[in-house]
């Protein structure tokens, strides 16, 4: 089998290493440089669709920390903001998530509400504004509790 190549290797000889040695030996029998890039495009698809879903899995890990540790009843104002945020950034992750599903042709975000665990709220906050510029004010239909 070939070494891979020192730096300093022309550029055909990596990209021809790189497409030959890294797809299934199956893959490369009698495929065109589309089909090659047909495989990087889906490679790149499942590598932001799995970052799509730990950034979910995050927001979400955060927002059920802080209802077990700092939400009570009569918690003050400040610790309801900061939940807000909370429950504002899990549906720009989540919007991120199920958008990322779509283009990978997955449609039906039932599957990842109900496996995912996410809260109605969240699902309701759901939204393409980053969170980190909202304020209270941007927030409609999420500033009910």
Known sequence: MTQP????GSL?????WRYTFL??????????PVDVLDYEIAQEQAAALGRMGRALEAALARLREFDTTALRPGAPVSAQQARRILVTEAGYALWMFVVQREACGLRDSRTVMRDYDVPNEVQ?????????????HDLPGCNEQ
């Open 124 to 136: 309701q906050c759901m939204g393409a504004v980053p969170a980190t510029s909202m304020t209270q």
């Open 12 to 16: 055909r000889a990596r990209f021809w």
């Open 5 to 8: 190549l020192q730096q300093g």
């Open 23 to 32: 797809m299934p030996r199956d893959f490369r029998l009698d495929r065109t």
